[in-house]
């Protein structure tokens, strides 16, 4: 089975907001579409990256590969 590429995205939504559902509308994105960027279908542009690490409180980096 593959490794999802974004895994730790995914766990740190999971911790702070519980769904990515709760999580999308606070970084100004569809559900459908996040879900492409957890599962490494979809790439953020840069400054989608940044709000999700800044609502994150992490560094884009660490939830990206």
Excluded: H, W
């Excluded at 999802?4 to 970084?27: G, H, M």
């Excluded at 490494?40 to 994150?56: N, S, T």
């Amino acid at each position: 089975m593959a490794r999802n590429p974004n895994f730790e995205l995914r766990n740190r939504i999971i911790e702070k907001y519980r769904t990515q559902a709760d999580f999308a509308p606070e970084v100004g994105m569809r559900e459908d579409r996040l879900s492409r960027v957890i599962n490494g279908r979809d790439k953020p542009k840069p400054e989608q990256a940044q709000r999700i690490a800044e609502k994150l409180g992490c560094r884009v980096e660490e939830i990206f590969s």
